[in-house]
């Protein structure tokens, strides 16, 4: 069955440096994939998405590329904050007959030190 | 534009006890889903309700149940609690065809 594997955390990095949080999916046929965000004690927020091959979502400075051939969907941040410290899950849409239900990786924490 | 909404926010309860969880789409969406997420791991599925139907269920025992409403808001039902249905239960509104959902702030349930 389809499935996302993401980097295991805790993430922890410096104000101002680079992000990279790994994430690789496995499906059959073509699925969208979202990246969503969790604060510490709050619900899932939508950070980005992407519907197709090549797509690049973006949003907040965050961006991930849907890249087919390595089945990947890495996000990505030029200058992290220490508002980013939050849980990081990697989730693609899974077609049913009749509906879309997400399947999610397990999260990755990320921890911006000042 | 109002989010999704649920409640309780916060809920206690000993084991074999039933729970009712309930959930306010987002204006405008007619399908719900739920979803477990226990401490420390993604999300998983439960089920999905479009049009007041179940239209989708994940790997959950028949104990876990649920109801929409015409005016597109759910509720999640939790028969005879067992210590591992202790988790945050999210859920989650979307269009009809459409892949994108947008999430509730959750209810955590303890189960003593």
């Known amino acids: 069955g389809n499935s996302v594997t993401q980097m295991e955390g805790p993430v922890t990095l410096s104000e101002e440096a680079f992000l990279t949080i790994n994430c690789t999916y496995t499906?059959?046929?073509?699925?969208?994939l979202f990246w969503y965000v969790q604060y510490p004690g709050e619900g899932l927020q939508l950070l980005l998405k992407?519907?197709?091959a090549d797509d690049k979502g973006s949003n907040k400075g965050f961006e991930a590329t849907y890249r087919k051939e390595t089945t990947s969907f890495h996000l990505e941040k030029g200058s992290v904050q220490v508002s980013d410290s939050a849980v990081y899950f990697c989730?693609?849409?899974?077609?049913?007959?009749?509906?879309?239900?997400?399947?999610w990786g397990a999260g990755t924490k990320l921890i911006i030190k000042p | 534009e109002t989010g999704v909404t649920q409640s309780p926010t916060h809920l206690i309860k000993t084991r074999g006890q039933q729970v009712t969880l309930r959930c306010s789409s987002q204006?405008?969406?007619?399908?719900v889903s739920w979803y477990q997420q226990a401490l420390g791991q993604g999300p998983q599925f439960i089920f999905q309700?479009?049009?007041?139907?179940?239209?989708g269920r994940g790997n959950f025992p028949p104990r876990f149940s649920g109801l929409q409403f015409p005016n597109y808001s759910s509720e999640l039902n939790v028969n005879a609690l067992e210590l591992d249905d202790s988790a945050l239960y999210l859920c989650?509104?979307?269009?009809?065809?459409?892949?994108?959902?947008?999430f509730g702030p959750g209810t955590r349930l303890l189960v003593l």
């Open positions: 989650a509104s979307s269009t009809e065809g459409f892949e994108t959902q947008y």
């Open positions: 204006s405008g969406h007619n399908t």
């Open positions: 309700y479009y049009r007041e139907e179940e239209n």
């Open positions: 499906a059959t046929g073509y699925p969208s």
């Open positions: 992407a519907t197709k």
């Open positions: 989730a693609l849409s899974d077609q049913g007959d009749s509906n879309y239900q997400l399947i």
